[in-house]
RNA sequence: GGCGCUAUCGUCUAGGGGUUAGGACGUGAGAUUCUCAAUCUCAAAACCCGGGUUCGAUUCCCGGUAGCGCUACCA
């Protein structure tokens, strides 16, 4: 009967994770999915880390993905008082109390406890202080902890994870308010989850542990928890958590590697939620964004940690690829050349109708964006260095200098200039001599491209043109006469 | 250490008391060819271990093991 609103609380902290943007994506399919709404919030109550710069960068990065969201983004920042007041009012119920043991006294405490290898848990020293007590030490900074109770356990329903219970006397008076008066984590979420009207509580399973802890708060403040739904984690190649050491990490640096922000998104889908089959029977792993929002549910989400697979990553990033309808093709490519630094700000109908071609032709053996402006540069520019590999590989004959001289020379005068008629061209040339099609064929590629691989060479000459080719093949004829010295 | 959670091919996973344990990525072989990609065919590849329950457990229960998470005046 109520609407659904969930949310993605990102804390600026860094930029913005993979684990994150599945985080924030699962939240946006959970509410396109019920029509409900989707919150944005900013969790920056640790002062010390949390920059601002970081907010745009996680910003960008989930409308780069096109995960639009219909409220906030709403910084806790902001929100202190609020806080101060959940805290106080906790404290007035008699469920939270003023604690002046220092950090560093906790700190000294939890260590010999460790020493002694005794579990170590908040020793209750300012639990129950008398009032001449508290009023003795009223010059020490206080913090505010939460009163766990003795005995009892706590459990919630976890939609991914099911019921989940733990013993109070395993749960610790945990600090609400720092003796600085910041809110802890702890404070933040219940305040904010009840105040922006949260349904649904979405997020990592790091955060499992720490469940029961708010649903004692909201129990403190006798209001209904939120439903909760807990996510398995995503781990590195040697299943660990996913971390810098892992390599890229971040959106952005995904999207810098050329990764279609629809690839990416449907990849991340993919590790820990299975779709139901399509509605041929068959299992199905590309879906659209609008294919994800209509199957989505938090009933098929895994409860096990999922490893980041780069390589399916990258076969699924050219399964976009090689699908990109025309114009976006056309758009992607573009920026990618610009970025490069091979492209005109401002193309002529020339150069706009040679992009469409060379791009078509890179389409279905591109892997990523990257590939155009690298594997493909020599179709875009003039300005390609010859790989060596490709010279070892296909420049070993001979007569090649003469031969390509030869071949410029006739596809400078052919007409038709089209694939038909170029090949035809270079076939009879290579009968003549006696040699081989294919040696011809790979030899020019390198002098059309500098690279041993490349698309179709006829179709190569197309794209570039009559004049281009010629002039490469000759360039290519001087490039050997003058590195053929023999030795 | 304590507490919690998890466990199917190398990876992501489907399945579920009786199945040839299915799919995808990756890997290998072949077809094709002008290099590569694509495509097509084929192949190898998994139910963590031990007890129970049962006529029958990969599936249900218990224990072990392993992994991960939490155990902060981080989030």
């Known amino acids: 009967m109520s609407e659904i609103r969930v949310?993605?609380?990102?804390?600026?902290?860094?930029?913005?994770?993979?684990?994150?943007?599945?985080?924030?994506?699962?939240?946006?399919?959970?509410?396109?999915?019920?029509?409900?709404v989707f919150v944005l919030r900013i969790e920056d109550t640790d002062a010390d880390r949390s920059k601002p710069e970081l907010v745009t960068a996680i910003l960008e990065s989930l409308q780069w993905l096109g995960l639009d969201w219909d409220e906030g983004p709403y910084y806790q920042s902001a929100r202190l008082d609020r806080?101060?007041?959940?805290?106080?009012?906790?404290?007035?119920?008699?469920?939270?109390?003023?604690?002046?043991?220092?950090?560093?006294?906790?700190?000294?405490?939890?260590?010999?406890?460790?020493?002694?290898?005794?579990?170590?848990?908040?020793?209750?020293?300012?639990?129950?202080?008398?009032?001449v007590e508290r009023q003795a030490r009223r010059h020490r900074p206080l913090a505010l902890r939460f009163r766990v109770p003795d005995t009892g356990e706590t459990s919630f329903d976890d939609k991914v994870f099911g019921h989940i219970?733990?013993?109070?006397?395993?749960?610790?008076?945990?600090?609400?308010?720092?003796?600085?008066?910041?809110?802890?984590?702890?404070?933040g979420v219940v305040a904010d989850?009840?105040?922006?009207?949260?349904?649904?509580?979405?997020?990592?399973?790091?955060?499992?542990?720490?469940?029961?802890?708010q649903v004692l708060m909201y129990q403190a403040i006798e209001a209904p928890p939120p439903t909760f739904a807990h996510l398995p984690l995503i781990l590195g190649p040697d299943r660990?958590?996913?971390?810098?050491?892992?390599?890229?990490?971040?959106?952005?640096?995904?999207?810098?590697q050329g990764i279609l922000p629809e690839a990416l998104l449907n990849f991340l889908a993919l590790l820990g939620w299975t779709p139901p089959k399509g509605p041929d029977g068959r299992e199905r792993e590309i879906l659209s964004r609008d294919e994800m929002?209509?199957?989505?549910?938090?009933?098929?989400?895994?409860?096990?940690?999922?490893?980041?697979?780069?390589?399916?990553?990258?076969?699924?990033?050219s399964e976009y690829l090689r699908h990109l309808p025309r114009e976006r093709?056309?758009?992607?490519?573009?920026?990618?050349?610009?970025?490069?630094?091979?492209?005109?700000?401002?193309?002529?109908?020339?150069?706009?109708?040679?992009?469409?071609?060379?791009?078509?032709?890179?389409?279905?053996?591109?892997?990523?964006?990257?590939?155009?402006?690298?594997?493909?540069r020599a179709l875009f520019t003039d300005e390609f260095d010859y790989d060596p590999q490709a010279v070892g590989r296909f420049w070993k004959e001979g007569s090649l200098a003469e031969l390509l001289e030869e071949l410029a020379q006739r596809l400078a005068r052919l007409e038709p200039f089209d694939l038909t008629e170029t090949e035809r061209c270079l076939r009879a040339l290579a009968?003549?001599?006696?040699?081989?099609?294919?040696?011809?064929?790979?030899?020019?590629?390198?002098?059309?491209?500098?690279?041993?691989?490349?698309?179709?060479?006829?179709?190569?000459?197309?794209?570039?043109?009559?004049?281009?080719?010629?002039q490469r093949l000759r360039r290519a004829a001087d490039y050997l006469r003058r590195n053929s010295r023999p030795s």
């Not at 008699?94 to 020493?115: G, M, V």
């Not at 660990?240 to 810098?256: D, F, I, N, W």
């Not at 929002?293 to 990033?317: G, H, I, P, Q, Y």
């Open 329 to 376: 093709l056309m758009a992607v490519v573009e920026q990618e050349l610009k970025s490069a630094g091979i492209w005109p700000e401002r193309p002529n109908a020339d150069e706009r109708q040679r992009l469409q071609a060379a791009a078509l032709l890179l389409q279905s053996r591109a892997r990523n964006l990257r590939d155009f402006s690298c594997a493909g």
């Open 165 to 187: 219970t733990v013993e109070n006397r395993d749960l610790e008076d945990f600090v609400l308010l720092r003796s600085d008066g910041q809110p802890t984590y702890h404070l």
């Open 431 to 470: 009968e003549e001599r006696g040699v081989k099609a294919g040696v011809l064929i790979n030899a020019a590629r390198v002098a059309l491209t500098g690279q041993a691989v490349a698309p179709g060479l006829f179709e190569v000459m197309l794209v570039l043109g009559r004049e281009r080719v010629a």
């Open 293 to 317: 929002v209509l199957a989505f549910s938090l009933e098929a989400v895994s409860k096990s940690n999922a490893v980041f697979d780069f390589e399916k990553l990258a076969w699924m990033n």
């Open 83 to 131: 806080y101060r007041r959940l805290a106080i009012e906790l404290e007035r119920r008699d469920w939270a109390y003023p604690c002046f043991c220092t950090p560093d006294e906790l700190q000294a405490k939890r260590a010999r406890s460790e020493a002694e290898r005794r579990p170590w848990k908040y020793d209750g020293t300012c639990r129950n202080l008398s009032a």
């Open 7 to 36: 949310r993605f609380a990102p804390s600026p902290t860094g930029f913005l994770h993979v684990g994150g943007a599945r985080t924030a994506l699962y939240n946006w399919l959970f509410a396109r999915h019920h029509g409900g």
């Open 193 to 213: 989850d009840l105040d922006m009207r949260i349904t649904h509580v979405i997020r990592g399973a790091d955060h499992l542990s720490n469940t029961p802890k």
């Open 240 to 256: 660990q958590r996913l971390s810098k050491r892992h390599g890229a990490t971040s959106v952005g640096a995904y999207r810098e």
